[in-house]
């Protein structure tokens, strides 16, 4: 791809000196607005990848081989003061799990402003106004609540949408959405999508979407990779991803979370698919 946005090669991330390789040989590249999706098991490393991306994974780990280029620049040789000019402001991160993501005591709103003064100029005042715009451009509510409520207080909705709003504040040209809507209820599952295409399409960002569902990865991405095991076996549209079965125990199946009806998920094959029976009464199940 000679124009990508970000072009990975070869990429190796070790754990343990010993043990197997967390993600191995892994290559891939996405073009600038393009939704590249990445669909795997519970530990499969694809949240290594996305951490690796950024070069924040833990002391433990130690990139073995690779090449991350951004715009042409090998961030693998950059210095920490050069990689925090672009976490947060060219390349940005939306993580699953909201609470976890903001600061327990400090106010939802100067959460997002704090982002902005990190990365531009400006005074507080006006970084508070555009992290006020920015609220009311992931589409909550009352903003004037939200900004000075403090996490606990929020819905996991509600979090999301700050959190979203964290990553779009300096306009990046990239955003890393680590299973963006995991921790969420069925219905801020479906809202939070929808606001990423939204967004997708007004502001032309590239992303990495990463999800164990096929499902939801329909929705948004252009092209779908499938990791197992720290590699990735499969890439392509997503529907070329859906007829695949079977890689190395790994089976693309309905599976029932108890909410509504069953849904296709690549699952390790310890997990129990949905029985025959209860998909053939199940008129809604997804293609």
Same mark, same amino acid.
């Given at each position: 791809?000679?124009?990508?946005?970000?072009?990975?090669?070869?990429?190796?991330?070790?754990?343990?000196?010993?043990?197997?390789?967390?993600?191995?040989?892994?290559?891939?590249?996405?073009?600038?607005?393009?939704?590249?999706?990445?669909?795997?098991?519970?530990?499969?490393?694809?949240?290594?990848?996305?951490?690796?991306?950024?070069?924040?994974?833990?002391?433990?780990?130690?990139?073995?081989?690779?090449?991350?280029?951004?715009?042409?620049?090998?961030?693998?040789?950059?210095?920490?003061?050069?990689?925090?000019?672009?976490r947060g402001a060219r390349i940005s991160m939306v993580l699953q799990e909201p609470g976890i993501a903001l600061h327990p005591m400090l106010p939802a709103g100067e959460?997002?402003?704090?982002?902005?003064?990190?990365?531009?100029?400006? $005074?507080?005042?006006?970084?508070?106004?555009? *992290?006020? /715009?920015?609220?009311? %451009? =992931? @589409? &909550?509510?009352? #903003?004037?609540?939200?900004?000075?409520?403090?996490?606990?207080?929020?819905?996991?909705?509600?979090?999301?949408?700050?959190?979203?709003?964290?990553?779009?504040?300096?306009q990046p040209d990239l955003v890393i959405a680590d299973e963006p809507t995991a921790s969420l209820d069925a219905r801020a599952q479906a809202e939070i999508l929808t606001?990423?295409?939204?967004?997708?399409?007004?502001?032309?960002?590239?992303?990495?979407?990463?999800?164990?569902?096929?499902?939801?990865?329909?929705?948004?991405?252009?092209?779908?990779?499938?990791?197992?095991?720290?590699?990735?076996?499969? $890439?392509?549209?997503?529907?070329?991803?859906? *007829?695949? /079965?079977?890689?190395? %125990? =790994? @089976? &693309?199946?309905? #599976?029932?979370?108890?909410?509504?009806?069953?849904?296709?998920?690549?699952?390790?094959?310890?997990?129990?698919?949905?029985?025959?029976?209860?998909?053939?009464?199940?008129?809604?199940?997804?293609?």
């Open positions: 791809m000679p124009d990508a946005l970000l072009k990975v090669e070869n990429l190796t991330v070790q754990y343990c000196p010993q043990g197997r390789p967390e993600i191995a040989n892994v290559s891939f590249a996405i073009a600038p607005g393009e939704v590249l999706g990445l669909a795997g098991e519970s530990g499969c490393g694809k949240t290594t990848l996305a951490l690796s991306l950024l070069r924040l994974l833990p002391p433990s780990a130690r990139v073995v081989t690779g090449s991350i280029c951004f715009r042409g620049r090998e961030l693998m040789t950059m210095s920490e003061r050069q990689l925090e000019k672009i959460q997002v402003a704090d982002v902005i003064q990190a990365h531009k100029p400006w $005074s507080r005042q006006r970084c508070r106004e555009e *992290a006020v /715009r920015l609220l009311l %451009r =992931v @589409r &909550l509510e009352n #903003v004037g609540r939200i900004y000075a409520a403090y996490p606990h207080q929020l819905s996991g909705g509600q979090r999301q949408r700050v959190v979203i709003a964290q990553a779009l504040a300096c606001l990423l295409g939204e967004l997708r399409e007004r502001s032309g960002i590239a992303m990495l979407l990463i999800s164990h569902s096929p499902t939801v990865l329909a929705k948004l991405a252009d092209r779908v990779m499938v990791m197992h095991a720290g590699r990735i076996f499969e $890439s392509g549209t997503i529907a070329g991803i859906r *007829a695949y /079965r079977e890689p190395d %125990r =790994v @089976r &693309l199946v309905p #599976v029932s979370t108890g909410e509504g009806p069953p849904e296709l998920e690549l699952v390790p094959a310890r997990r129990r698919p949905v029985e025959p029976s209860i998909l053939r009464g199940s008129a809604r199940v997804s293609a």
